[in-house]
């Protein structure tokens, strides 16, 4: 092979070469700078909720939905991020407990809440401060209107973060546990007949299912303006609602704004609901003027109704 044809590939490997242990070197050289500042980031991040804390050391948990424990080694506490689960999905949250058992920080990592809404509780400043100083059992902490759920995930993860800290700390704490609301037997049977059974698995998105010869009821909940909406929504074999009824709620007339969210309470509107299905187009869907957040809340407990439909039916 003459040289002309070789020389290129010569030429070629040797700035290979050359290339290769350039980078080599500058990967070792700035590894260092990278890592160090990653470990700034972190720790600006665990100083955030834990302003006095300083030589973080992170430490093993068992608790549930906590994805990462930290200890001060000055003494000054711990930080937590952990999660609940919010309207759109998880939330994740970086809290900061002090050695007294008390709340030094927190600040939210990640969410897919809907925005405007859920957002508030990392837009509205007031809604975190106010869990500042609190211990394990959260006493005052309020939702935020028309964000229930998001609010829910939040105090979620908090609560979860203590269960770690008591973890730590060698004290007995629990995770709260939600407790579902159900319909009277009279609102069920209404729907389905004397002769209902409740069924004992349940669908994920309902709190509870009963089943007839007339098909299915469903015990949802879901946001509404002023809180929860516990809505059940019966529907029959065919997969059309026989019918539907929000029977427990908090929301109320607001003068000032000419919201009414408790209209959708009234039977004049639940019948509206009558003989749909899970093919009805969205622009059909009964709403409520002026009621916007109640009504997209009986919707989604309408669509989660619909979806654990499916599921029973295809058991």
């Not at 837009?123 to 902490?141: A, I």
Request: with cysteine; net charge negative.
């Amino acid at each position: 092979m003459k040289w002309d044809t070789l020389k290129p590939i010569v030429v070629l490997t040797a700035v290979c070469v050359v290339v290769s242990a350039a980078l080599a070197g500058t990967y070792k050289l700035t590894k260092p700078v990278i890592d160090a500042a990653k470990a700034d980031e972190a720790n600006a991040a665990l100083l955030a909720v834990l302003p006095e804390g300083a030589d973080f050391e992170q430490v093993t948990v068992t608790a549930e939905n906590v994805l990462s424990a930290y200890r001060a080694g000055n003494g000054a506490g711990y930080v937590f991020q952990s999660q609940g689960k919010g309207f759109a999905g998880m939330i994740t949250v970086m809290v900061g407990i002090g050695p007294d058992g008390a709340i030094t920080g927190t600040q939210v990592m990640e969410h897919g809440e809907t925005p405007g809404i859920g957002t508030k509780i990392v837009e509205d400043p007031s809604y975190q401060e106010q869990f500042l100083g609190k211990d394990y059992n959260l006493e005052g902490v309020t939702t935020i209107s028309g964000a229930t759920f998001s609010s829910k995930g939040f105090s979620a993860a908090v609560s979860n973060a203590f269960v770690a800290y008591g973890e730590l700390a060698g004290i007995k704490i629990e995770a709260p546990v939600e407790e579902k609301v159900y319909p009277e037997a009279e609102l069920i049977a209404e729907m389905l007949g004397e002769g209902y059974t409740e069924l004992e698995e349940i669908p994920e998105g309902v709190d509870s299912v009963y089943q007839s010869e007339l098909g299915y009821a469903f015990n949802v909940h879901a946001s509404g303006f002023s809180g929860e909406l516990h809505i059940l929504v019966a529907i029959d074999n065919n997969g059309a609602i026989i019918a539907s009824k929000l029977y427990q709620h908090t929301e109320t007339p607001n003068e000032y704004e000419g919201v009414d969210g408790s209209k959708l309470a009234k039977s004049s509107y639940s019948k509206k609901w009558i003989g749909l299905t899970a093919d009805t187009p969205e622009s059909e869907l009964p709403v409520v003027s002026k009621a916007t957040y109640t009504s997209n809340g009986y919707k989604a407990a309408v669509k989660a109704a619909f979806e654990a439909y499916q599921t029973v039916k295809g058991a």
